[in-house]
Each structure stands twice: as C-alpha cells, then as structure tokens.
C-alpha cells in the first residue's frame, strides 16, 4: 500500500493521501495530521528504516533482542517492499495493530508468521519467530514444553485442523479466534 506520490513529496500529505487514510483507518484528519507530524519529527525525510524501526521496538523491549522479530515485523509493514516505510504504510499497519477489529489483527499476525510469503505457515517459519518472540521478550527458558520446537508442536496440533503440516490463514485466524491461550501466544494484541 506504499503510496508513490508520498515517497517523492514527503514533508506534506496531499489530500487525497488523507482522504484515503480517513477511510482506511479508524483515525480522524485530525489524528492523522498529527501522526504525520510525529512521524516528520522522528523521520525527516518521511522515510522509516528497518534500522530506526528496530530502534523505536528497542524502547518498548529494552530487556529483549528485538532485531529478529522486528524485522519480521518491518516487512509486513513494509507493502510494497522498497525497504522503508513511509507514513502512509506507517498509519495503515499502526490502525491495524491498534484498533483493527481482532480478525484483522490476526490476519496481520499471520503475515508476520508467514516468512517466506507462501500464504502458508509452515513448522519451521513459526519455530523461527516464536523464537525471535522469546529473544525479544527475554523469555531464557526454552526446554521442554516450553522449548520452540514444542510449543510449535502443540500449536500445529491444536490449529492445523487439516492435518496437512501447516496452517492456512483461515486455520491459524479460526483457531487463535477459538483459543484464547494461543491468540495471547501468537498474537497478543489481538
């Protein structure tokens, strides 16, 4: 959803950016307008890294190692891949994270499972980031049942309702939406 017009003239939102963002999140003009004014304050140049992503994470975790996870996280926000976000991809993934309806939450946490963007979560992306969750929470204890290989084991076993080895975003939505233990787990905004 990386908007071209907003990439080229970053230091304003023409209207029609705003008319679109007022229709597309759960913001006012004027809440927007401030977003956008934060946002020019913290990225002068209208532009979001990974680098100053992982950064701004680090202050919510400063116990945990957020690299893995956020970048993770940066590029589901990151829309059209051209390696930062601008404001626009900015507010649509902060409306989404912060007040989107829990099924678009979990839909949103499905895409930062889903590494390789197959449409499909497969045991070895969610062993990746349940790990990276553990690096960024802080979380030492990873044997046993708790360890990430087992505690995708449980989860493939409770939301793969097909059997097949991975999970489909309906699978992982239907199932998070049925267990209240695994969407804190998964997706623990949602």
């Known amino acids: 959803m990386g908007n071209k017009e907003s990439k080229k003239n970053n230091k304003s939102l023409s209207e029609s950016e705003i008319i679109m963002l007022v229709n597309n999140t759960n913001f006012s003009r004027e809440e927007i307008l401030q977003w956008h004014e934060g946002f020019m304050r913290d990225c002068p140049n209208g532009r979001l890294n990974c680098k100053k992503f992982i950064e701004v994470y680090k202050v919510f975790y400063p116990e945990g190692k957020a690299d893995k996870f956020c970048g993770h996280v940066f590029k589901v926000f990151d829309s059209d891949g051209s390696g930062e976000i601008d404001f626009t991809e ?43 969750i553990y690096d960024l929470v ?36 239907e199932g998070c939406l049925a267990d209240n233990f695994l969407r804190s787990l998964l997706a623990p905004n949602a």
Do not use: C, H, W
């Open 90 to 132: 900015f507010l649509l993934a902060i409306s989404i994270t912060a007040q989107g309806d829990i099924r678009k939450k979990l839909q949103m946490a499905f895409k930062i499972y889903d590494l390789d963007r197959n449409g499909k979560i497969e045991k070895k992306e969610m062993e990746k980031i349940i790990t990276a």
């Open 138 to 173: 802080g979380e030492e204890n990873r044997t046993g049942e708790n360890s990430p290989s087992e505690r995708v084991k449980m989860i493939l076993n409770k939301l793969d309702t097909d059997q097949n080895g991975y999970l489909t975003q309906d699978e992982f939505v």
